[in-house]
């Protein structure tokens, strides 16, 4: 690869930033092993390009990176994705980042509410589910119970009842596949080097049909955010997510 390539490779994946002259002009070498990481992000992949582009969408949000927020918003419109897709995107990480997430996602894809049509659940009434059956789910997905969802059955159980809502709505099929939004929750578990949290979305996106191709194109993914050490921790939790669906199967 010359560096023109690896110029436009970078550029095309950072935009058209002085770092990325900076690098090209006075280390050459580093600029074409950098694009070579990213060649073999985008270009040698399993997952479609969109799903790549929302991936880095949320780690950059996370990081509170605007103007790279924005540009993967682009690239992903420019691969096909709709604004109802991006919108979930963000809606995923409600229950686990906050409304901080949504709101300043929202602002920066450029996404106008007032363009939207409303839900045909818009007037419909939530029953409250009863303690039994949100731990019946809890325990399914997330095998097992840990102490973050039994305390608040017993001592917080409103708070529990909306976290389950938003959970489960979030993580069921939609304009999104639900093994999409499972791998989105390992990529961003894994830029941010929470090897736990990646492992349990690992397990529930193979469980849901993804691919140990996917779920490691995933994870990979995240190296062009969040480095290699976040990979690192990654790759445990491949590991032991993938070792517990074969023995569960």
């Given amino acids: 690869m010359d560096i023109k390539k690896a110029k436009a490779l970078l550029s095309s994946v950072y935009g058209d930033v002085d770092w990325v002259d900076v690098l090209c002009r006075y280390s050459p070498k580093k600029a074409v092993g950098l694009a070579y990481v990213a060649e073999g992000i985008f270009n040698r992949s399993v997952l479609p390009e969109k799903i790549k582009h929302f991936i880095l969408l949320v780690i950059y949000l996370s990081q509170g990176r605007a103007d790279l927020v924005k540009l993967h918003a682009q690239l992903a419109r420019s691969a096909g994705a709709s604004d109802a897709e991006l919108i979930e995107t963000l809606e995923v990480f409600l229950p686990s980042r ?12 450029g996404v106008d509410a007032q363009t939207l049509p409303a839900s045909e659940e818009a007037d419909t009434a939530h029953e409250p589910v009863d303690v039994v059956d949100m ?7 997330l ?42 929750l390992v990529a961003l578990n894994t830029s941010e080097r929470y090897t ?3 492992r349990i979305h690992v397990v529930n996106a193979m469980e849901n049909g993804a691919s140990a191709e996917e779920v490691v194109d995933a994870m990979t993914t995240a190296i062009l955010s969040g480095g290699v050490p976040g990979w690192i921790e990654g790759s445990k939790a491949f590991v032991a997510g993938s070792q517990a669906v074969a023995v569960a199967a």
Avoid: C
């Fill in 196 to 198: 736990e949290g990646a």
């Fill in 98 to 109: 906050g409304v901080h997430m949504f709101s300043e996602g929202l602002r920066l894809i």
């Fill in 135 to 141: 731990l019946a789910y809890f325990e399914s997905v």
């Fill in 143 to 184: 095998h097992g119970l840990p102490p973050f969802v039994t305390l608040l059955a017993e001592h917080k159980p409103e708070l529990l009842q909306g976290y389950y809502v938003l959970r489960s709505e979030n993580l069921r099929e939609g304009v999104l596949l639900h093994k999409y939004k499972e791998l989105l």
